[in-house]
């Protein structure tokens, strides 16, 4: 069963203030061809994340400008998190049962990378699949 630190090995998430645009971040996931932002304060603690699916609703859709809307304002506060120790069927059951894509994950109090539903392999979606089900038939 893999960790989560065999998926975020080599990975440098992309990290940016709450002040800083919605444009801003748009343009580092853009760059650096992700989906999510990870926002810390001055300490480089999770403080939030911010992704394309936000940028579509919180901000496009609510007619707000990118330009001067910060990630503060539009930011998932306080998002779910996990240690890279953990495995890979945890983080996706987490995501699945919690409704989101992104996951970010904290060693020692510090954001060492970010998973997605995309990293994950048939085997660990398999696992999770099996999982639900055993749960449904026993309901």
């Known amino acids: 069963m893999r960790q989560l630190q065999d998926i975020v090995f080599d990975q440098r998430p992309v990290t940016l203030p709450r002040t800083a645009s919605v444009k801003e971040a748009c343009e580092a996931m853009r760059d650096g061809r992700v989906g999510s ?3 810390a304060d001055a ?4 403080a939030g994340i ?3 699916r ?8 609510a007619g707000r400008d990118a330009a001067t809307t910060t990630l503060g304002e ?3 506060a306080d998002p779910a998190a996990m240690s890279p120790d953990q495995t890979a069927v945890d983080a996706l059951r987490l995501m699945w049962d919690g409704g989101f894509r992104h ?7 510090r ?3 970010v998973v997605s539903r995309g990293d994950f392999k048939g085997l660990e979606h ?3 699949e099996e999982e639900r089900d055993l749960w449904e038939h026993m309901r």
């Open 74 to 76: 539009v930011m998932t």
């Open 126 to 128: 398999n696992r999770l």
């Open 103 to 109: 996951l970010p994950l904290v060693k020692k109090g």
């Open 54 to 61: 936000d940028a579509v609703c919180r901000v496009v859709a």
């Open 43 to 46: 300490n480089g603690q999770l």
């Open 111 to 113: 954001v060492v990378g």
């Open 37 to 39: 932002v990870v926002v």
């Open 50 to 52: 911010f992704t394309g």
